[in-house]
């Protein structure tokens, strides 16, 4: 197997850094150790690495377009109010640069991923709700084709009915009854004189709200 280093994600909870891994366990590699100024072994990228520094939990996730590329901010924690930022030693050979670098793409690698769902996320909702519009606006359309074809027909209804009413009329007066009494006898006689200036008036506010609602939806 390569001796390639790669991040080790012991910790099934998430709740510490991964560690620095040479090649396959059990294949020849293991977690890269090193010793410390104190003269303590720690491995790589573990807690107790003199590396991890802290910095304010407030400021995750802007962290990582503020620090140095090469000193990856993590949501790792360090206590109640700080995360872990790993500063690594300025020699790129050295095995904490390594861990560095892996660690940054690792992080930036699931930020970019993330956004990039969020965006698809974003972007599908967005043709969700031009579709739901199209859709809205055909559906508003063909509801005001409809109301003005049937305000149309109501007009048209009203003009013969006022007709018949001014018929209806001449012939009452010539039996002596009153106005009062030729307007209800017609009414009676045409029940459908009840309603339907009503029913014009409702269809014109349909159609005053649908014309609205379409300039609403351009």
Same mark, same amino acid.
């Given at each position: &197997? ?9 910790? %099934?909870?998430?709740?510490? *850094? @991964? ?5 396959? !366990?059990?294949?020849?590699?293991? #977690?890269?150790?090193?010793?410390? $100024? ?11 690495? %003199?590396?991890?520094?802290?910095? %304010?939990?407030? &400021?995750? *996730?802007?962290?990582?377009? &503020?620090?140095? !590329?090469?000193? *990856? @901010? ?13 500063? @690594? ?6 095995? $904490?640069?390594?861990?560095a670098t892996l660690l940054i793409n690792n992080i930036t690698g699931a930020r970019d991923a993330a ?9 599908? /909702? ?7 519009? #199209? ?7 063909? /509801? ?19 007709? $018949? ?7 009452? $007066? #010539? ?12 009414? &009676? ?8 200036? %009503?029913? !014009? ?15 609403d939806l351009a």
């Open positions: &197997m390569a001796n390639t280093y790669s991040l080790d994600f012991y910790d %099934p909870s998430n709740r510490n *850094p @991964p560690v620095l891994q040479l090649g396959v !366990i059990g294949f020849g590699g293991g #977690r890269v150790q090193q010793t410390g $100024s104190n003269g303590v072994n720690y491995i790589v990228g573990n807690p107790d690495d %003199p590396h991890w520094h802290p910095y %304010p939990k407030s &400021m995750w *996730p802007g962290a990582l377009d &503020m620090f140095p !590329i090469r000193q *990856p @901010p993590t949501n790792y924690e360090w206590d109640a109010n700080h995360y872990r930022t790993y500063i @690594p030693d300025n020699d790129t050979n050295s095995v $904490s640069y390594k861990y956004r990039a769902q969020t965006a698809q996320v974003a972007a599908a /909702q967005a043709e969700q709700v031009a579709a739901d519009n #199209r859709r809205r606006k055909a559906q508003v359309k063909q /509801q005001l084709e409809q109301a003005k074809a049937n305000l149309k027909t109501l007009e048209g209804e009203k003009t013969t009915l006022e007709s $018949s009413y001014n018929r209806y009329v001449r012939r009452q $007066s #010539r039996s002596g009854a009153t106005p009062q009494q030729i307007l209800d006898n017609f009414k &009676m006689e045409n029940p459908r004189s009840l309603t339907l200036q %009503p029913t !014009i008036d409702t269809t014109k506010r349909n159609i005053q709200s649908a014309t609205n609602e379409l300039r």
